[in-house]
């Protein structure tokens, strides 16, 4: 019997990440208006917010001013199914999907304009 595959959907904003040069300074501000930490804090490079079911993300970038603006990440149905109708259309991920200490597999890709998107899916969910 031949399983029809169903083509992947994107299915959710996951979360935004934003680089910051001063992460303690970028804490604090999101704290004051209300955000809660999940993971990371001030002396990290890395923090997660809550954001009902999503995320808003900091990434120190500590190298001179800040010429990345950030990362929107996606959940999709199928990470590596997307992945091969990236490749199918001539588009150019940044790398083969992968797995994430974090609890997600997913992949990268810069829009025509260099904004970068993420498409994950987490680890143990099936599509």
Do not use: C
Not at 6 to 31: G, K, N
Not at 37 to 63: K, M, R, W, Y
Not at 103 to 114: A, K, N, Q
């Amino acid at each position: 019997m031949n399983a029809t595959r169903t083509e992947p959907r994107i299915e959710a904003l996951s979360a935004i990440t934003l680089a910051t040069q001063d992460m303690a300074s970028a804490v604090r501000f999101y704290e004051a208006l209300g955000f809660s930490v999940v993971s990371g804090g001030p002396n990290t490079v890395f923090t997660s917010f809550a954001v009902g079911q999503s995320f808003l993300n900091l990434i120190a970038e500590t190298h001179g001013p800040i010429n990345w603006w950030g990362r929107v990440i996606f959940h999709v149905s199928d990470v590596d199914g997307l992945y091969q109708k990236a490749l199918a259309a001539g588009l150019a991920p940044a790398f083969t999907p992968r797995d994430a200490p974090w609890g997600e597999r997913y992949f990268h890709i810069d829009d025509p304009d260099g904004h970068e998107l993420s498409f994950a899916r987490p680890l143990g969910q099936s599509g």
